[in-house]
């Protein structure tokens, strides 16, 4: 067990400023991924998740960069 105790031995005064933004980084995403899971894995919202399942496949002619009058 003292081998897998070393492995996952982290030296803190050793991390550099990159480290240090790349496990902040990391954990904020984690949290995040679990919150969106959460979310979209509950029951209660499946009725207002399923409503909107069509929004990417919707066209919207105000921002699609096609105008009617430029002949």
Known sequence: MSSLAEYFETDWQAMTVNDWIGTIVTVVVFALMVVAYF????????????????????????NSGERDGGK
């Open 39 to 62: 979310q979209v894995f509950r029951p209660k919202n499946r009725d207002r998740l399923e409503a909107k399942k069509h929004i990417p496949f919707e066209e919207d002619s105000e």
